[in-house]
């Protein structure tokens, strides 16, 4: 069963940084491609970053200066970096395996993210 667990989320002032880790199980973080989105209260969900299973990878414009997208084979696990945090950051981040190979796709239950004073 393909399952995604985020974390790293929390309460951070302005200009602040997070890492949000995406722990992935059922399936090989190697070979697949994981993306990472946001949803702040009253919007839709807003893609953010992608890393392909060769590494590739493609960030919303908006963000590209202030987030990184990487992967740990090892860990079987994707990470968010968030520099520079913005309060309208603010917004639940939420992982997601698309479904590919013949394996369903996937969305974790999200993590909170609160940037204020």
């Known amino acids: 069963q393909v399952q995604l667990a985020e974390s790293g989320g929390g309460l951070v002032q302005p200009g602040e940084s997070l890492r949000l880790s995406c722990a992935g199980s059922?399936?090989?973080?190697?070979?697949?491609?994981m993306a990472w989105y946001r949803q702040a209260p009253g919007t839709e969900r807003e893609f953010l970053a992608y890393?392909?299973?060769?590494?590739?990878?493609n960030i919303l414009d908006s963000v590209k200066e202030r987030f990184t997208i990487s992967r740990d084979n090892a860990k079987n696990t994707v990470y968010l970096q968030l520099n520079m945090l913005r309060p309208e950051d603010t917004a639940v981040y939420y992982c997601?395996?698309?479904?590919?190979?013949?394996?369903?796709?996937?969305w974790g239950r999200g993590t909170q993210v609160t940037v204020s004073w």
């Open positions: 890393i392909s299973s060769v590494g590739n990878t």
């Open positions: 059922g399936f090989d973080v190697r070979f697949s491609a």
């Open positions: 997601h395996r698309p479904a590919a190979g013949g394996i369903p796709g996937a």
